[in-house]
């Protein structure tokens, strides 16, 4: 199947810790994203893993792969009120096609 | 400079109108892409040109036509449309390389409403 799933919501404090997750079906997928939509603006890359890496980590981002149950997630340290936004995640298969396959995104709520 | 400009932010249209989306990268990418956006949705693909040649059309309706002039422009053409065409429509490009991950890189979108 081609199903990425995410929760839909989440509502964290300001200056906690996020965690965003993901699930995907095709163990076939090479590479994992995560892209961020604030309101009325276009959708921001943020980061990507590839399938052999178990983990990334970005300044206040930390992307962790569990390859073995299809589990993706983004780790947003301290967060900030600008972190507020839905969250993509997506996944693209080898192949010709390479066509992105989206998650129905994650929309983060930050309190102060 | 990774960056996908889209013109025009905003448009509104009649159902009778023909109006066009513009798009632009120059970063070299060699794929550029057309998506429809509801709020709160992901994005749906609606067109693929690589190496300036359609390869990807999801059936989208015929009211909708795309144009890529060149490597670095993108167009959209508009015609017909009915109000529940009313949409973010999103422009991406990606470097269609063997060698790279093809990450997919968006622009800010035009809002489009159909009355």
């Known amino acids: 199947g081609e199903d990425v799933e995410q929760s839909l919501f989440l509502s964290v404090r300001e200056g906690d810790s996020s965690v965003i997750n993901c699930t995907y079906t095709?163990?076939?997928?090479?590479?994992l994203y995560w892209y961020k939509q604030e309101p009325g603006a276009g959708l921001q890359l943020l980061t990507y893993?590839?399938?052999n890496m178990d983990m990334k980590q970005d300044q206040r981002l930390t992307v962790l792969l569990n390859k073995k149950d299809k589990h993706l997630s983004l780790r947003i340290a301290d967060t900030q009120t600008g972190d507020s936004a839905i969250y993509f995640c997506?996944?693209?298969?080898?192949?010709?096609?390479?066509?992105?396959?989206w998650g129905l995104g994650t929309s983060l709520a930050v309190n102060p | 400079d990774t960056e996908v400009t889209q013109t025009p932010k905003h448009l509104v249209m009649g159902m009778t109108n023909k109006k066009s989306l513009k798009c632009e990268q120059h970063m070299g990418h060699r794929a550029m892409y057309w998506y429809k956006q509801k709020a709160k949705k992901p994005p749906e693909l609606m067109f693929v040109?690589?190496?300036?040649?359609?390869?990807i059309n999801e059936s989208v309706p015929s009211r909708f036509s795309p144009e890529c002039p060149n490597s670095s422009l993108l167009n959209l053409h508009l015609h017909a449309l009915q109000p529940e065409d009313s949409a973010l429509y999103l422009c991406?490009?990606?470097?269609?390389?063997?060698?790279?991950?093809?990450?997919?890189?968006f622009g800010p979108g035009t809002r489009l409403t159909v009355l």
């Open positions: 991406a490009s990606s470097p269609r390389d063997r060698d790279r991950t093809d990450t997919q890189y």
């Open positions: 095709d163990s076939s997928s090479t590479y």
């Open positions: 997506a996944e693209i298969k080898a192949g010709n096609n390479r066509k992105l396959i």
């Open positions: 893993i590839f399938s």
């Open positions: 040109y690589s190496y300036e040649k359609l390869s």
